[in-house]
């Protein structure tokens, strides 16, 4: 029985900018004919995963359940070695050569050609191996021939080193039971059959309503500047807006668990951090100017069982025009958005919602008083056989 747990948040921003294009502007995207506030999946995935890391700090997951996303993975088996007694500047070399084998190139600086998002046991398992295989790992003897695409030239490096090295590398690199791994997904693009399919997926967040933007003229002053003389010592321009933001993921359940090599008790304590990462967790885009820090006011998660993911946004396709509260408003066309659907393509469904904006949440979901509970309830229905 497939199981997908989807999540839904109204969250009103007060004047900021938290996710930035290449201009410096607050993101924005034109949906159902208006200008609307955006923050990206990726923004809001990278704000999960800072959650997860203060997870750790807290004891609640380990170093172990994470991955890394870096193409300084050389230097973190260099660390690892050394801390095993090896030299650090062979070790190094010995780091580059396995690297080799499975067609990961170090280029400059010491980095991989791209990020390597890797769980960090599959990097302790890398650095095991090398220490285990330490004699085996030399250059190999047939140097690169000139003019190869690089390509070729990487496939001929690997060849060169001994085969059962070669085995017991691609052995290690299985996601690491990492759980950002197993929901935000990989791509290697030399070891293809490392890929890992995400089981989360997550909106670009879209403020229920049209949007302007508004401009900052700030200045500064120099504190040692002569009293006698006037006028700014810096001044300029920062954009921001103020959004209801409506913000949407899915969890596959059964990928989730499948991703995690069927650790249930792993897949259930990754759902639960991931839950409430996405409640709590706010994007930093210059927070320090504007520090809105605004939890949101509405959360709805529903535990699908055997049918299709629903996106709600489409309850915002008129952009809301309130005229007392703006996420009240929003939440009650979110909520008869999730009734209408629900009548017409049916579907088993739980359904418990977290609401402090006075909403008319009605008899479709059932309502908690605060974020633990919300969490409580969702994964007893998860877990329910």
Same mark, same amino acid.
């Given at each position: 029985?497939?199981?997908?747990?989807?999540? =839904?948040?109204?969250?009103?921003?007060?004047?900021?900018?938290?996710?930035?294009?290449?201009?410096?502007?607050?993101?924005?995207?034109?949906?159902?004919?208006?200008?609307?506030?955006?923050?990206?999946?990726?923004?809001?995935?990278?704000?999960?995963?800072?959650?997860?890391?203060?997870?750790?700090?807290?004891?609640?997951?380990?170093?172990?359940?994470?991955?890394?996303?870096?193409?300084?993975?050389?230097?973190?088996?260099?660390?690892?070695?050394?801390?095993?007694?090896?030299?650090?500047?062979?070790?190094?070399?010995?780091?580059?050569?396995?690297?080799?084998?499975?067609?990961?190139?170090?280029?400059?600086?010491?980095?991989? *050609?791209?990020?390597?998002?890797?769980?960090?046991?599959?990097?302790?398992?890398?650095?095991?191996?090398? =220490?285990?295989?330490?004699?085996?790992? @030399?250059?190999?003897?047939?140097?690169?021939?000139?003019?190869?695409?690089?390509?070729?030239?990487?496939?001929?490096?690997?060849?060169?080193?001994?085969?059962?090295?070669?085995?017991?590398?691609?052995?290690?690199?299985?996601?690491?039971?990492?759980?950002?791994?197993?929901?935000?997904?990989?791509?290697?693009?030399?070891?293809?059959?490392?890929?890992?399919?995400?089981?989360?997926?997550?909106? =670009?967040?879209?403020?229920?309503?049209?949007?302007?933007?508004?401009?900052?003229?700030?200045?500064?002053?120099?504190?040692?500047?002569?009293?006698?003389?006037?006028?700014?010592? $810096? $001044?300029?321009?920062?954009?921001?807006?103020?959004?209801?933001?409506?913000?949407?993921?899915?969890?596959?359940?059964?990928?989730?668990?499948?991703?995690?090599?069927?650790?249930?008790?792993?897949?259930?304590?990754?759902?639960?951090?991931?839950?409430?990462?996405? @409640? @709590?967790? *706010?994007?930093?885009?210059?927070?320090?100017?504007?520090?809105?820090?605004?939890?949101?006011?509405?959360?709805?998660?529903?535990?699908?069982?055997?049918?299709?993911?629903?996106?709600?946004?489409?309850?915002? *396709?008129?952009?809301?025009?309130?005229?007392?509260?703006?996420?009240?408003?929003?939440?009650?066309?979110?909520?008869?958005?999730?009734?209408?659907?629900?009548?017409?393509?049916?579907?088993?469904?739980?359904?418990?919602?977290?609401?402090?904006?006075?909403? *008319?949440?009605?008899?479709?979901?059932?309502?908690?008083?605060?974020?633990?509970?919300?969490?409580?309830?969702?994964?007893?229905?998860?877990?329910?056989?």
């Amino acid at each position: 029985m497939k199981t997908i747990v989807e999540i =839904h948040a109204l969250q009103n921003f007060a004047p900021s900018n938290l996710n930035r294009d290449d201009t410096g502007a607050p993101k924005d995207a034109l949906f159902g004919g208006t200008r609307r506030a955006r923050v990206s999946s990726q923004c809001s995935k990278r704000a999960v995963r800072q959650f997860f890391a203060d997870q750790v700090a807290q004891g609640i997951l380990t170093a172990d359940d994470l991955a890394k996303r870096s193409k300084r993975v050389l230097e973190a088996l260099g660390t690892q070695l050394v801390s095993k007694g090896r030299d650090p500047a062979v070790a190094k070399e010995k780091a580059k050569i396995a690297l080799s084998a499975i067609e990961l190139t170090v280029k400059e600086e010491d980095k991989t *050609e791209y990020l390597l998002f890797l769980g960090q046991r599959e990097i302790n398992g890398v650095a095991e191996v090398i =220490h285990e295989k330490w004699d085996l790992l @030399v250059p190999s003897e047939t140097p690169p021939a000139e003019g190869k695409k690089p390509g070729k030239a990487k496939k001929q490096a690997a060849q060169g080193i001994d085969p059962e090295i070669r085995k017991a590398l691609n052995k290690v690199f299985n996601g690491g039971k990492a759980l950002d791994v197993a929901l935000f997904g990989r791509m290697l693009a030399d070891m293809p059959e490392k890929n890992q399919n995400a089981a989360c997926q997550v909106a =670009h967040a879209l403020s229920t309503h049209a949007v302007e933007r508004e401009f900052d003229f700030y200045t500064a002053v120099d504190d040692l500047k002569p009293e006698d003389t006037a006028g700014a010592d $810096m $001044m300029g321009t920062v954009e921001f807006n103020s959004a209801c933001f409506y913000r949407y993921a899915l969890v596959d359940w059964n990928k989730l668990g499948e991703n995690l090599q069927n650790d249930t008790e792993l897949a259930a304590k990754g759902l639960r951090a991931f839950l409430e990462g996405f @409640v @709590v967790a *706010e994007p930093t885009g210059k927070q320090n100017t504007f520090a809105a820090h605004n939890p949101p006011e509405f959360v709805l998660v529903t535990v699908r069982r055997n049918s299709a993911p629903r996106n709600l946004a489409n309850a915002f *396709e008129t952009a809301i025009r309130a005229r007392d509260n703006l996420t009240r408003s929003s939440a009650n066309a979110l909520l008869n958005k999730a009734r209408a659907l629900q009548a017409a393509y049916g579907g088993e469904l739980a359904a418990f919602v977290l609401d402090l904006t006075g909403a *008319e949440i009605g008899d479709g979901s059932q309502p908690v008083s605060s974020l633990a509970a919300l969490l409580d309830a969702a994964m007893t229905e998860v877990q329910r056989s």
